[in-house]
């Protein structure tokens, strides 16, 4: 079965510090990744996703087959990035996305 | 205003009674879904919806029911036999299957409490 595990309730960072947001999931084929994020008070949305290979409000995730992990990171974290991260995978040949528990990133200034 | 509503943002039940949980989209997605949010748990599907008139059961079905009649809505009936059903519930819609982009909408979530 498809798994996703993101190992941190609550990751507490200063502002300027990197950030790194874990992620790692299960699955025998080749899936595809995202993180998803809900700042406070708004609509869960696409951060970014690992076929694009884009940077979004300066966080970067590598998919990493080897170590099965898609972790986020960001060298400089902003208050701004508070907020709850969701990793989540698209098995292959399935049309749903599969979550993880979550992280809740606060950065205090 | 284009998006994904959900109805009603807060609801109480007494034990027993079925509730039926509303969601509309208008922005001509054919797929939506509907997942379940705990604390600790993150996002469970329940249900999805690929095409009008048809659905298929997520990892937590049980207790729960849909129907998708109109392209635009899915409703989601949280039924008695529902163990557990004091939650928060998220409705989402993509163009077609997340295969495509991965992207899904969110509607802003209904709280259901079951005194």
């Known amino acids: 079965a498809q798994r996703v595990t993101q190992p941190e309730k609550l990751l507490s960072v200063f502002k300027g510090a990197p950030v790194e947001l874990k992620c790692n999931y299960s699955y025998s084929g080749s899936p595809e990744l995202f993180w998803y994020v809900q700042y406070s008070r708004q609509r869960l949305q696409l951060l970014l996703r690992?076929?694009s290979r884009e940077s979004i409000k300066g966080f970067t995730a590598d998919l990493n087959k080897g170590e099965t992990s898609f972790h986020l990171k960001k060298p400089f974290a902003q208050e701004e990035d508070s907020a709850m991260y969701y990793c989540?995978?698209?098995?292959?040949?399935?049309?749903?996305?599969?979550f993880g528990t979550g992280t809740r990133l606060l950065v205090s200034p | 205003d284009g998006g994904i509503t959900q109805s009603p943002k807060y609801l109480f039940r007494k034990e027993g009674q079925n509730v039926t949980l509303s969601c509309e989209q208008n922005?001509?997605?054919?797929?939506m879904y509907w997942y379940r949010q705990d604390p600790g748990q993150g996002l469970r599907l329940i249900y999805y919806s690929q095409i009008v008139n048809d659905f298929q059961k997520g990892d937590i079905a049980e207790g729960y029911s849909v129907s998708r009649e109109k392209k635009e809505s899915f409703p989601l009936t949280v039924t008695s036999a529902q163990k557990n059903p004091t939650a928060f519930y998220l409705c989402a819609s993509s163009i077609r299957g997340p295969g495509n982009t991965g992207e899904l909408f969110f509607g802003e979530g209904s709280r259901l409490t079951v005194l």
């Open positions: 690992h076929i």
């Open positions: 989540a995978l698209i098995p292959a040949g399935f049309q749903k996305l599969v």
């Open positions: 922005l001509n997605h054919d797929a």
